[in-house]
T-cell receptor
Framework: KQEVTQIPAALSVPEGENLVLNCSFT??????LQWFRQDPGKGLTSLLL?????REQTSGRLNASLDKSSGRSTLYIAASQPGDSATYLC???????FGSGTQLTVLP | EAGVTQSPTHLIKTRGQQATLRCSPI?????VYWYQQALGLGLQFLLW???????NRGNFPPRFSGRQFPNYSSELNVNALELEDSALYLC???????????????FGPGTRLTVT
């Protein structure tokens, strides 16, 4: 059974800082790993999808990496902004298993 | 291009009643997924439909059921509602699923179900 863990559960940083969110999974037989952000009471917004054949994906200030052998993925956010404040979730596919999320607060 | 839509936005029911939630996927998407996000419990996978058939089911009792229509929209039914069914129900869609692969998912805004 796939289990996904996200560390830390919460993170508070000053504006402008670079930060890393971690996601680990127990079953390396994944096809894709997807990162999302969720604002309070809202649905999920897809940020990045990394296919199993890829090692990383980039979109703007976001960079996500995937290491299947170690069961880890990281989401790097550069030059954080208050608008980045949200809960960030990772999901292992095809198992459709989500981590509990990291609640990020970027202080102005 | 319209995103995933869900209705209603909010639903209030009493214990023992039935609730019906609806989801319309992005045009061209044939897979629909349902998730439950209860307070403090994270996102839990409920059901996955593709091409009108149930592909997979999460660890939920049979009173959670659904279906997918020929236009790929989907309905989630929850019978004999219990207080702990109160949650945000999220629907997602993706392009056609392969035998094992699940493609990038796009989520709707959710339906907030409150059971009193």
């Amino acid at each position: 059974k796939q289990e996904v863990t996200q560390i830390p559960a919460a993170l508070s940083v000053p504006e402008g800082e670079n930060l890393v969110l971690n996601c680990s999974f127990t079953d390396s037989a994944i096809y894709n790993l997807q990162w999302f952000r969720q604002d309070p009471g809202k649905g999920l917004t897809s940020l990045l999808l990394i296919q199993s054949s890829q090692r990383e994906q980039t979109s703007g200030r976001l960079n996500a990496s995937l290491d299947k052998s170690s069961g880890r993925s990281t989401l790097y956010i550069a030059a954080s902004q208050p608008g980045d404040s949200a809960t960030y979730l990772c999901a292992a596919l095809p198992q459709l298993t989500f981590g509990s999320g990291t609640q990020l607060t970027v202080l102005p | 291009e319209a995103g995933v839509t869900q209705s209603p936005t909010h639903l209030i029911k009493t214990r023992g009643q039935q609730a019906t939630l609806r989801c319309s996927p992005i045009s061209g998407h044939t897979s629909v997924y349902w998730y439950q996000q209860a307070l403090g419990l994270g996102l839990q996978f409920l059901l996955w439909y593709d091409e009108g058939e149930e592909r997979n089911r999460g660890n939920f009792p049979p009173r959670f059921s659904g279906r997918q229509f020929p236009n790929y929209s989907s309905e989630l039914n929850v019978n004999a509602l219990e207080l702990e069914d109160s949650a945000l129900y999220l629907c997602a869609s993706s392009v056609a699923a392969g035998t094992k692969e699940v493609y990038e998912q796009y989520f709707g805004p959710g339906t907030r179900l409150t059971v009193t």
